[in-house]
T-cell receptor, first 113, second 119 residues
Framework: AQSVAQPEDQVNVAEGNPLTVKCTYS??????LFWYVQYPNRGLQFLLK??????LVKGSYGFEAEFNKSQTSFHLKKPSALVSDSALYFC???????????FGTGTRLQVFP | GAVVSQHPSRVICKSGTSVKIECRSL??????MFWYRQFPKQSLMLMAT?????????EQGVEKDKFLINHASLTLSTLTVTSAHPEDSSFYIC???????????????FGPGTRLLVL
């Protein structure tokens, strides 16, 4: 079955420190992978995606993600966290040969001053 | 670019009434839009895929007669919750698939969501 897993419900990090939000996937075919961020009572904002090409993808607000085919992972990273990065982060994968996205359960990132 | 709006942002209605939620792509044309439902502290669940000019495709378990979807133009899709009941209270989010040249057709752009409370 095709799925996306975000193993951590919450990640806590001090402001200025690097952050990582984990995501692993299981899909048929070549994966199309996405990261979205959700602030309270808001929709999802697109951060970045991997379709093909370089394994390191750079996105909005200084975020980047590394596609690792052997580990079937697509972890989100940022070198220096900001308090304003505190939000809910969703990893998503597009189902093979469809437009549909399936989402992970989300990881709440809390950045402490 | 790639802005999607939803209206209303919040609605409270009485049980048994119908509620219409609009989803608009503001600066691009969207042949395909999606409707999701999000329960508190949970992930998004795809309800249906809406294609302009044709009938929506509903996910398994979603009642098409209860959640009416219309996609009459390339920039507007509507979701009508008919005869709403308290269990329909939720956060409804739409998205629109991007177009070539606007971050790619692979990307979905999401509206800000509509919080529905049925009393």
């Amino acid at each position: 079955a095709q799925s996306v897993a975000q193993p951590e419900d919450q990640v806590n990090v001090a402001e200025g420190n690097p952050l990582t939000v984990k995501c692993t996937y299981s899909v048929s075919g070549n994966p199309y992978l996405f990261w979205y961020v959700q602030y309270p009572n808001r929709g999802l904002q697109f951060l970045l995606k991997y379709i093909t090409g370089d394994n390191l993808v750079k996105g909005s607000y200084g975020f980047e993600a590394e596609f690792n085919k052997s580990q079937t992972s697509f972890h989100l990273k940022k070198p220096s966290a900001l308090v304003s990065d505190s939000a809910l982060y969703f990893c998503a994968v597009r189902l093979y040969n469809t437009d549909k996205l399936i989402f992970g359960t989300g990881t709440r990132l809390q950045v402490f001053p | 670019g790639a802005v999607v709006s939803q209206h209303p942002s919040r609605v409270i209605c009485k049980s048994g009434t119908s509620v219409k939620i609009e989803c608009r792509s503001l600066d691009f044309q969207a042949t395909t839009m999606f409707w999701y439902r999000q329960f508190p502290k949970q992930s998004l669940m795809l309800m249906a895929t809406s294609n302009e000019g044709s009938k929506a495709t509903y996910e398994q378990g979603v009642e098409k007669d209860k959640f009416l979807i219309n996609h009459a133009s390339l920039t507007l899709s509507t979701l009508t919750v008919t005869s709403a009941h308290p269990e329909d209270s939720s956060f409804y989010i739409c998205s629109a698939r991007g177009t070539a040249g606007l971050a790619g057709q692979e990307t979905q752009y999401f509206g800000p969501g509509t919080r529905l409370l049925v009393l």
